[in-house]
């Protein structure tokens, strides 16, 4: 980390303490609290982290004022124009944009690890037909510890290698067999001549009976949603990976806990409850009525799809995203499908109502993901799991990093109690 040059003086009554600041490449001013308990005496207090850096981090930066997203300093709207996800995946675990043979070899390696150990086609059996794929993938990916026994050892930086190829070449096989299996339709093996998100969406909507061909425009549309959902920086997903295994845990147990906190609908399921409220929504002359519950402070109800915590102008990823659902639209000819038609019409009203400038809420990623997602023929259910599949990356790139920091330590914030005060022990009959 690099040395600070700036201070900022807290006086906290008659004792001051001086705590340096440091000054990132990009970004705010970031105020270093880390001996204020042992100098002051007192813990600072933030429950959402809305002004807390975790970390420091190299990866990804976003400014949600100018709406920019970078990885490794590159904007994510020229990387989803002219790269694409195993490049993208390749710059985000090293850093740099490979070179052609080293984007050659990185390619076979993941390739080559698509396949999952037999065994684990029994242990998908065991769960429920109608279990939810992102409940499937939670345990499945959990049970990876179990299966792949030989790259859980986080001291060793072969190991480590191995469960990060591991993860993220046979996430699309576990979403796809987390699917066929909620249908009902056998599992379908991947193939090696496929690209990463042809592979996907043949191990998907591929049957025994009649093989499926996968329309370039289709590929290349997956391909951005995966590129999109890559990485984005410290949110709460990412957060959990880092937390789960700053306590030593194995890769595959960190990752589970990174789908399991993806899932809600404040985060990645953001985007199965869009489609669903779009549904719910049904007809454009519905729109106004659902708009002014989302603005009726006495209803929990919210436009899913809109907001940020970060972006307060416009998400970058939606912008690709929206372009690449016209197109999907178009090519599969579906543009007056009705729930597009209700999309079209609730983002044109939500951002012409004043409520909606004001507090800054715009379409984001999971707005135009589900429209797209939809057109391809995946249910709703699939949604959340796709953006695991897509989002492992950065989840990967982060624990790596995290691994490889001198100053990491168990991850362990403290409280502000507002409990009862220490009291005797009363004896059941007296109560
Ligand atoms: N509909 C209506 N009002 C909203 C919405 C919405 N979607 N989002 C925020 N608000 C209001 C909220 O009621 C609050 O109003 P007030 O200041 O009067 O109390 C104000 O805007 C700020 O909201 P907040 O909850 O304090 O903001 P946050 O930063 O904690 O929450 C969010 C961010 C994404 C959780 C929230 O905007 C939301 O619930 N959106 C819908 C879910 C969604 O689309 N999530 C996907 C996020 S993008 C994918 C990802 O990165 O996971």
């Known amino acids: 980390m690099a040395e600070s040059t700036k201070h900022a003086t807290l006086t906290i009554g008659d004792k001051t303490v001086e705590l340096p600041i440091f000054t990132p490449t990009a970004g705010p001013d970031v105020i270093d609290i880390r001996k204020l308990y042992a100098q002051a005496g007192v813990f600072t207090y933030d429950p959402g982290f809305t002004s807390t850096a975790s970390c420091d981090s190299t990866i990804?930066?976003?400014?949600?004022?100018?709406?920019?997203?970078?990885?490794?300093?590159?904007?994510?709207?020229?990387?989803?124009?002219?790269?694409?996800?195993?490049?993208?995946?390749?710059?985000?675990?090293?850093g740099e944009l490979p070179s052609p043979a080293e984007l050659e070899d990185f390619e076979a390696l993941v390739t080559n690890h698509t396949m999952i150990h037999e065994q684990m086609h029994n242990f998908f059996r065991g769960f429920r037909r109608d279990a939810h794929p992102m409940a499937t993938m939670v345990g499945v990916v959990g049970a990876m510890s179990a299966f792949y026994h030989d790259s859980t050892d986080i001291a060793d930086p072969w190991q480590r290698e191995v469960a990060s190829i591991r993860l993220i070449a046979k996430m699309p096989t576990i979403a796809a067999m987390a699917y066929k299996y909620s249908i009902g339709q056998p599992f379908v093996y991947p193939r090696n001549d496929l690209d990463y998100a042809s592979n996907f969406l043949r191990m998907c909507f591929s049957v025994p009976a009649e093989d499926y061909v996968v329309d370039p425009i289709l590929s290349r549309a997956m391909d951005r949603i995966f590129t999109l959902h890559a990485d984005h920086e410290q949110n709460a997903s990412t957060s959990t990976v880092r937390l789960a295994?700053?306590?030593?845990?194995?890769?595959?147990?960190c990752i589970a806990a990174g789908i399991a906190c993806l899932w809600g609908p404040a985060h990645g399921g953001a985007n199965q409850a869009c489609l669903e409220m779009l549904k719910e929504i049904g007809t454009p002359d519905r729109i106004p009525e659902f708009i002014a519950r989302a603005k009726d402070k006495n209803d929990p109800f919210r436009l899913m799809g809109f907001g940020h915590r970060v972006y307060k102008n416009f998400d970058p990823r939606a912008t690709v995203m929206k372009q690449s659902a016209d197109e999907v639209l178009e090519l599969l000819g579906v543009e007056n499908?009705?729930?597009?038609?209700?999309?079209?019409?609730?983002?044109?009203?939500?951002?012409?109502?004043?409520?909606?400038?004001?507090?800054?809420?715009?379409?984001?990623?999971?707005?135009?993901?589900g429209i797209i997602l939809e057109a391809m023929g995946f249910p709703t259910s699939m949604f959340t799991p796709i953006f695991a599949l897509a989002r492992t990356v950065g989840w990967i790139s982060q624990w790596k990093e995290q691994l490889n920091d001198p100053q990491l330590k168990i991850g362990r914030p403290r409280q502000l109690y507002q409990g009862a005060d220490l009291r005797a022990y009363v004896d059941i009959e007296k109560r």
């Open 245 to 253: 295994s700053s306590s030593g845990a194995n890769p595959f147990a």
């Open 60 to 94: 990804t930066f976003i400014d949600g004022d100018e709406g920019i997203l970078t990885h490794r300093g590159y904007a994510i709207g020229e990387l989803a124009e002219k790269s694409h996800y195993l490049e993208v995946c390749y710059l985000l675990l090293n």
């Open 337 to 369: 499908n009705p729930i597009l038609q209700v999309a079209k019409e609730l983002e044109k009203q939500a951002l012409e109502d004043p409520y909606f400038a004001d507090k800054k809420l715009f379409p984001n990623v999971d707005f135009y993901s």
